[in-house]
């Protein structure tokens, strides 16, 4: 909320007075904590309460819950390739299916328009060049775009992107390829590789995902 490039306030006092420059939100706030102006302890708690309303169960809990019915044959079989072949349950597992750690997955976009160098942008250690926290996968079909910056319109191109082995970075020229920074964003997850998925594979993995 309060980074100032992707929210663009200030600070957090920024977030109340923008929010206190808008009458319907000062009728509202009122209305439910009382009061003439809205605070950020206010903020916060309607976010929270209108956040604990997202969660939904899915087809797959109630699979996982002991209801077998509830995947296809199909699902099932991508369920193992996520587990197995996929090599998808390297990073994604647990209730959330992230193992909310960080990795370069090669999606740096080095010295190209979309270059975002992970965490490193945040923290400034060049250990963190292109290291991405792992996103959950809970109600995957519903949350395209994909990957951190939406450069994947659909979870095909997810599948795809992860056959080839994730993020291949290149240097555009011979300068781009001295830069300091080069060699680690290059440097991608050791858990990454090519994977030989046969077409009905790809499909079965696709129906798995959509069923999260």
């Known amino acids: 909320m309060f980074n100032p490039i992707e929210m663009a306030n ?81 990073c994604h597992f647990g209730p959330l299916l992230t193992d909310e750690k960080l990795h370069n997955i090669g999606l740096t976009f080095f010295q ?9 942008e945040a923290i400034g250690k060049t250990a963190d060049v292109g290291h991405f926290r792992t996103p959950a996968l809970r109600h995957l079909s519903a949350t395209a775009p994909h990957m951190h910056n939406g450069v994947m319109p659909r979870l095909r191109n997810v599948i795809a992107f992860y056959e080839q082995g994730g993020g291949h970075i290149r240097p555009r020229n011979e300068a781009d390829g001295k830069l300091p920074l080069f060699p680690l964003a290059a440097a991608t997850s050791d858990l990454l590789g090519p994977l030989d998925l046969s077409k009905r594979e790809r499909q079965a993995l696709l129906a798995f995902l959509e069923a999260l």
Request: proline share 0%.
């Open 10 to 90: 200030a600070d957090e006092a920024d977030v109340a007075i923008r929010l206190n420059k808008v009458e319907s939100y000062r009728k509202a706030f009122s209305q439910i904590y009382g009061g003439d102006g809205i605070v950020l302890t206010q903020v916060t708690d309607a976010l929270a309460a209108f956040e604990r309303h997202l969660e939904r169960a899915t087809r797959f809990d109630a699979f996982a819950g002991g209801t077998r019915r509830r995947l296809s044959d199909e699902e099932i079989w991508g369920l193992h390739l996520f587990r197995g072949k996929a090599g998808c349950a390297n």
């Open 112 to 120: 190209r328009r979309l270059q975002d160098l992970g965490l490193f």
